[in-house]
């Protein structure tokens, strides 16, 4: 995968004159360095932004790195869950692919057709003992396809504000707060994901070092629900005087009282904590 792009091969990838590209680089509207000699060259992800942003037709996806890329579907009922019950990488990938070159932003993709898709494939393990690796096999494409969006997305600077989150102890589902962290890096924050299984006192930690404006917790189980709860209100005390704000999603987040705290806020979708990252960025901006 290279890392950057001369504009003939950006071109390409979109079909659009190299002239004009140059000229759009020339003009500022993609970002651009230059080499010792003097040639133009694209940072990837500014060539993935700049089409996502201006709804380009990929032609060309292997040129971008994305070579299973599919033309996003107009329905996505059923496409991402038969790939996965299927466990056809390829169609995963591309589709995943396919809706983030689109435009699509990425608490669509997770909030839509992957929550859909992986509720159904859960409910396969009513059906017969193939379910649970059906699930099992699915998680990881899962995983795969949000790694690659994720590496895609433009590089947040040393100076933005962060984001640290996790799904807590006894709670061992992977993908969930891997699509928080990539939801709030595309907002345009620097996220620290420490996986499942982390106990709350080292989230806290990691907060504090951090300097987080913002912590999520997955909380996609009922397994330690109470435990849980019971430690959110030192964790949340030990992080007020950074002025961190603290939101909780998964399926189980409603077992986790919100103590009626302004610092604290329950999240039914991705996309609620995409407009959060995003309203903190916009408070700092003011």
């Not at 040129?63 to 579907?73: D, I, K, N, S, V």
């Not at 499942?196 to 629900?225: K, M």
């Not at 329950?266 to 995409?274: C, F, K, T, Y």
């Amino acid at each position: 995968m290279q890392s950057y792009l001369s504009p003939r091969d950006l071109a390409r990838a979109v079909g659009v004159s190299e002239s004009s590209m140059k000229r759009w680089a020339d003009g500022g509207a993609i970002q651009m360095t230059r080499t010792a000699g003097g040639h133009r060259r694209i940072p990837r992800q500014e060539a993935i932004r700049f089409i996502r942003e201006t709804k380009a037709r990929v032609l060309r996806p292997e040129l971008l790195g994305f070579a299973e890329a599919e033309r996003a579907p107009e329905s996505s009922e059923d496409s991402l869950f038969e790939a996965l019950r299927r466990g056809s990488r390829d169609q995963v990938l591309g589709l995943v692919q396919g809706w983030f070159l689109a435009g699509r932003p990425l608490a669509w993709i997770f909030d839509g057709p992957v929550a859909d898709a992986m509720e159904r494939i859960g409910r396969l393990w009513e059906h017969g003992p193939d379910g649970i690796l059906r699930e099992h096999r699915a998680t990881d494409l899962c995983v795969q396809a949000v790694t690659q969006v994720r590496l895609a997305l433009p590089r947040t600077g040393a100076g933005a504000l962060s984001a640290v989150g996790a799904a807590p102890s006894g709670d061992p589902y992977l993908l969930p707060t891997l699509m928080a962290a990539a939801v709030v890096e595309e907002a345009g924050m620097r996220p620290v994901n420490l996986g499942p299984e982390t106990p709350l006192a080292v989230l806290q930690d990691a907060a504090e070092q951090q300097r987080a404006a913002l912590v999520w917790l997955s909380a996609s189980t009922v397994e330690g629900a109470e435990s849980t709860k019971a430690a959110l209100p030192k964790i949340m005390e030990a992080l007020a005087p950074l002025g961190t704000h603290v939101m909780i999603g998964g399926r189980a987040a409603h077992l986790l009282d919100p103590f009626g705290s302004s610092q604290l806020t329950l999240a039914a979708h991705m996309a609620e904590l995409a407009a959060f990252a995003k309203g903190l960025l916009a408070g700092r901006s003011v």
